[in-house]
């Protein structure tokens, strides 16, 4: 039993012994002569970093105009919706249903006049038909509807205009059979 372990310590060591001897033995005399080659040749001269141009600041001043990511629509002109700088919403009304669709997704599918008030309907991106007159709210940026015409809905939204506290109208028209 011990002369077993003795056998196997000797083993071990002359293992140990043969892996370590191996790792200080190394031909490097290609490496040195590579290093020789390069150290022996004339230095360069180092081109200069080149010049940059200054950045130039860009003002942003489209913030009222319609999305690039939004389809074009025509704007009904309405001689009483104008750009106004007190805009800013109602955080205390109550969010009517169609706030939580964008206006893009809706479509005006018809009109109704019951008891002299105009009403438009809407059809949501599920499917489903909704009245809206003037007054009620669409889309996510505080729509109203501010009218109901012939083949149309004419629907003023109020966005920020990229400052901290800045407001503005945007106006959008929702036209008949226009999706």
């Known amino acids: ?30 490496l040195k002569q590579f290093v020789d080659d390069k150290t022996e040749r004339p230095g360069g001269l180092i081109e200069p970093i080149p010049t940059f141009t200054a950045y130039e600041a860009f003002a942003y001043s489209a913030a009222g105009m319609r999305s690039p990511f939004d389809r074009p ?3 009904v002109e309405l001689t009483t919706l104008r750009l106004r700088s ?7 009304r109550a969010r ?11 479509s005006l599918v018809g ?10 309907l ?3 991106p599920s499917g489903g038909i ?5 007054g009620n709210y669409v889309g996510p940026d505080h729509g109203r509807v501010v009218d ?10 109020i966005v920020t205009d990229g400052t901290s506290n800045g407001w503005v109208e945007r106006p959008r028209t929702l036209e008949l059979g226009t999706q």
């Open 96 to 106: 009517e249903f169609l706030e939580q669709f964008d206006v893009g997704s809706l």
């Open 130 to 134: 909704h009245r809206v007159r003037e």
């Open 1 to 30: 039993m011990k002369s077993d372990r003795t056998l196997i310590s000797r083993i071990t060591a002359f293992a140990l012994g043969g892996v370590l001897s191996a790792c200080g033995v190394s031909e490097m005399s290609d």
């Open 86 to 92: 007190s805009v800013a919403p109602d955080r205390t």
């Open 122 to 124: 809407l059809r949501d």
């Open 111 to 120: 009109r109704l006049k019951r008891q002299g008030i105009e009403w438009a």
């Open 148 to 157: 109901v015409g012939a083949g149309y809905v004419a629907i003023m939204e």
């Open 73 to 75: 629509i025509e704007v």
